[in-house]
């Protein structure tokens, strides 16, 4: 039989995000989208591309570049019962709404005592590794961690990104989604895509993306792959690695990571945010204080520097971890 | 201390016009002004005194003086319009849609109830008594819950009545913010967006002239506050806010025009803060304001404003007006005796029930972070 050229059914994480955004959109028709440039343009990296002609400049808002009024227009939307989808042009420019997202939305549930609830997703293209500097390279996701009421997800595959959006949408909390703007176009991690709710990742759910007996690496987004990378480089030493993507930040899943550490009796966590009160720090607290009889070994993290993320390749990758740097710390911690 | 640069701004003139006032208005609407202002007045001057005699806790933010721009503003609103009030209008949250009658349980409005129970921090507040003094709201009544980031909800109004919009309605929304909150960039933000999108937001601007301890021409570098609207290309409209009927009238001007689609505005209502910025600063407010730019501000008591139109009118007679004089005196002079009876026994319907209301139980402390479900 003649090999015919082979179409790809497979799709890339920006085509995932796409897919959930449509899908919610034309199954719960209280959703608004509010961002800057996602309507005419369709977003600075193509995400709500057709979006406003398929449901209108009135679901679809092209705003002002103002994030504090985009993030409390969304709000004011919720107050009234509507369902809201914020875009941040790059997650690095939430600075500019952060009171309105920690003071005004955060806190709406608690304040009122559960009278009102903010169905609001806040998404925006993350991370470094691209060369984007230090205003294009962010993950801030402590800030907000550090802000009871956010949820915060932050998927590494196709499959993750649109079950994770899709559920996201369908909460009735604020969830904050960090997109991993390197894996947008990806081709290595395409992946087939299921539709409706059978696309959905429950919020919260950890993933074991492999199976190992001997040292347990937490991490989440473009990290995900550097961890693979480290656990083959520790294959070659006769190591055998579990990698746990978590998915979700808040809440988090310590139960699939316990699972492991019962195992494996050696963590390490890895995240590229800066090291000092990054999220890593909180993962490899918790699991201190719920798993430390099960610890082998002393924990450690793998994390940015506690530098700003610079421009130039040499400079950018000497901050940010690698597989190298965890295939080291891993070797430390299993050889403890 | 105010300098040469401030008492030479203050001699300017000020830009409103007087009269002639709200033809719309009948003479039992004057009445019924006249009571809410000494309802409003009450409620402040009566919450000092219980504070006084140790029955309350926390800091109270005064609107003596400012009860004009609170009862003028709310008076032509419909019931289904939304408000969103700041620290300086207490009284707003139970004078909401208080034409529906006061005791009415049906109105958009909080019942005096509700807002006794939260200056007591009891569980019967509408947010029971999870964030402090005017932190409350109601989806409910159409109140946008406030909070301390001044300027914070004008966003969330715009929002409001977009989607508002959105569903066909025709809703206004009458935004509360100090005059020193129009620096905020939110501020600006919000009210560009309201503008771009012709939204029905009425940006009402009190501007009492100090922001906590900073005088207006350290806010500002034009007079009238209202020449923000410029720059947004809407209107701005300044009113006197020790008169109830101008403030009513600017307000109705400009809910009108938003309410025909035309877009927001900004309504600033020119007042004093008599006192301190919260009855902690009272002592200190004593010394970085001059005694007569206090005296002065103090002057032109809204309730003595409106006593004096309605006898020029013969809507009551001198003797009436001084009848209940409330007017011109701090709460340390006023008694019971100098306001109508029935609105002492108001606020007491009030108090009873908030003294009544039990604290929260503690762990409702950790309760309400995330919504549980759907």
Known sequence: MAAAPEVSTKKNYLTALKEAIFEEFEAHDDIIAIGEDIGFLGGAFGVTEGLKEKFGSERVIDAPISEAAIVGVACGM????????????????????????????????????????????????????????????????????????????????????????????????????????ELYRLRKIEEELETGDAALVPLGKASVRREGEDVTIVSYGNNVYHCLQAAENLEQEGYRAEVIDIRSLVPLDEETIIHSLKKTNRLVVVNEAPRTCGFAGEILARLTEEAFEYLDAPPMRVTRLDTPVPWVKPLELFVLPSADKITEAALRVCKF | MATTEADQRKKKTTSYQHGPYSSKLTPDDYKELLLQLQLARYFDVRLIKEKKRGRLTGTLYSSHNQEAIIVGSLYGLRPYDWISPIHRDMPAFFMKDMKAG???????????????????????????????????????????????MLAGTI??????????????????????????????????????????????????????????????????????FARRADGFGIPGLVADGQNVLDVYDKVMEAVAWARAGKGPSIVECKTFRAYGHGDHDDDRAAKYRPTQEVEAGRARDPIAVMKRMMVEQGIISKAEAEKYASEGKGAAEVTNDDFPPEVVQYLNEGIEFAMKSPLPEPEEGGMWVFREGN
């Open chain 1, 78 to 181: 919720c107050l009234h019962g509507k369902r809201a989808l914020v875009e941040m042009q790059f997650i690095d420019f939430i600075s500019t709404g952060f009171d309105q997202i920690v003071n005004m939305t955060a806190t709406y549930h608690y304040r009122t005592a559960g009278e009102v609830s903010m169905p609001m997703v806040i998404r925006g293209p993350a991370g470094g590794y691209g060369g984007g500097a230090l205003y294009h390279s962010q993950m801030n996701e402590a800030w907000f961690a550090n802000s009871p009421g956010l949820k915060i997800v932050c998927p590494s595959t196709p499959k993750d990104a649109k079950g994770l959006l899709k559920a996201a949408l369908r909460d009735p909390n604020p969830v904050l989604v960090y997109e991993m703007k």
């Open chain 2, 102 to 148: 006061w005791r009415n349980p049906d109105r958009v409005g909080m019942s005096v109830q509700q807002v006794c129970c939260q200056v007591w921090g009891r569980v019967d507040s509408p947010g029971r008594a999870r964030d402090n003094w005017s932190h409350i709201g109601s989806r409910e009544k159409h109140i946008i819950h406030s909070t301390s």
């Open chain 2, 155 to 224: 966003p969330a109004a715009a929002g409001v009545v977009y989607a508002d919009r959105m569903e066909g309605g025709d809703a206004v929304v009458l935004t509360y913010n100090g005059e020193g909150s129009t620096a905020q960039g939110v501020f600006h933000e919000a009210v560009n967006f309201a503008a771009v999108h012709k939204l029905p937001v009425v940006t009402i601007v009190e501007n009492n002239q100090w922001a906590y301890g900073t005088p207006t021409y350290l806010e500002y570098s034009q007079e009238d």
